[in-house]
């Protein structure tokens, strides 16, 4: 394989992992930190949309918060490992002897860790479903879809916001 290939993949590598963590972080910032992203009234975000949009009752809300505690506990070490394997990628931009080899073993290990966050993620998502009647079911996927759709749009800034009021 040419270096020029090699190097095109390795970009490519790098490119579809740094977008995959941006959109599994800011999940987890927005799950985590409600408020944050929806005001100070709204300190339950997630348990609050599965209530108003899917029909949650108050027994289906206190399993998904044991759900939700359960997930943070598991990925928290990971979000831990993972940062550590990008630092350790990063550092070797001042690494002379840094070769080809090295950089796509140390992103093969990033690659690897994303994998298991991102089927962590997604069974925790499985694991809510299934909390879900046959009549919510639906309410629950449409509003899962929606939500990852807005995770993959960039932010408008604050000042286009505010001319986008004003229209």
């Given amino acids: 394989m040419s270096t020029t290939s090699r190097n095109r993949n390795l ?35 997630m348990s609050d949309m599965l209530q108003k949009e899917v029909g949650f009752t108050d027994e289906q809300v206190a399993q998904y918060k044991q759900l939700k505690d359960q997930q943070w506990t598991t990925i928290k070490p990971m979000f831990d490992e993972m940062r550590k394997a990008k630092d350790s990628l990063f550092r070797l931009l001042s690494d002379p002897n840094a070769n080809d080899s090295i950089i796509n073993k140390a992103t093969d290990a990033i690659a690897q860790k994303q994998k298991i966050l991102d089927l962590q993620t997604f069974n925790h ?18 509003m899962v879809q929606r939500m990852f759709r807005k995770m993959g749009k960039p932010q408008a800034r604050r000042s286009d916001a505010d001319k986008e009021e004003k229209k």
């Fill in 11 to 45: 970009l490519f590598i790098i490119a579809a992992l740094l977008l995959t963590n941006i959109a599994v972080l800011a999940y987890f910032l927005w799950i985590k930190q409600p408020e944050a992203k929806h005001g100070p009234d709204k300190k339950n975000g």
């Fill in 125 to 142: 998502f499985k694991k809510v479903r299934a909390l879900c009647t046959a009549e919510q079911q639906p309410k629950y996927d449409s």
